[in-house]
């Protein structure tokens, strides 16, 4: 949502494409060399941690707002508050993975 109200929709979806395809391409770029063994990096997504509830109800607007300018957002999941509070013993926590 701030990006979008900064930048408007069209700017921010542009800047995930971007984003994605930069992180996609130094992967590949990575692979292709065989450098993937020298350099710490995870491949798989994007992992967001909300500590707070502002901080969760925020993300949950930003992606209402991408979902709405048509970004797809189908392989966003939600990792529910309890599940984190088991995996990891911090209370109070939300999640999301894409």
């Given at each position: 949502?701030?990006?979008?109200?900064?930048?408007?929709?069209?700017?921010?979806?542009?800047?995930?494409?971007?984003?994605?395809?930069?992180?996609?391409?130094?992967?590949?770029?990575?692979?292709?060399?065989?450098?993937?063994?020298?350099?710490?990096?995870?491949?798989?997504?994007?992992?967001?941690?909300?500590?707070?509830?502002?901080?969760a109800r925020a993300a949950?607007?930003?992606?209402?707002?991408?979902?709405a300018a048509g970004l797809?957002?189908?392989?966003?999941?939600?990792?529910?508050?309890?599940?984190?509070?088991?995996?990891?013993?911090?209370?109070?926590?939300?999640?999301?993975?894409?």
């Amino acid at each position: 949502m701030d990006r979008q109200a900064k930048y408007n929709t069209s700017e921010t979806v542009k800047s995930y494409i971007i984003e994605r395809y930069t992180a996609d391409s130094l992967v590949k770029f990575l692979k292709y060399r065989r450098l993937e063994n020298n350099v710490d990096l995870v491949e798989g997504g994007h992992l967001t941690l909300l500590r707070t509830l502002d901080e969760a109800r925020a993300a949950k607007a930003d992606f209402e707002a991408a979902s709405a300018a048509g970004l797809n957002l189908t392989a966003i999941r939600w990792i529910p508050n309890q599940i984190l509070v088991e995996v990891t013993l911090l209370p109070n926590q939300t999640l999301y993975f894409s």
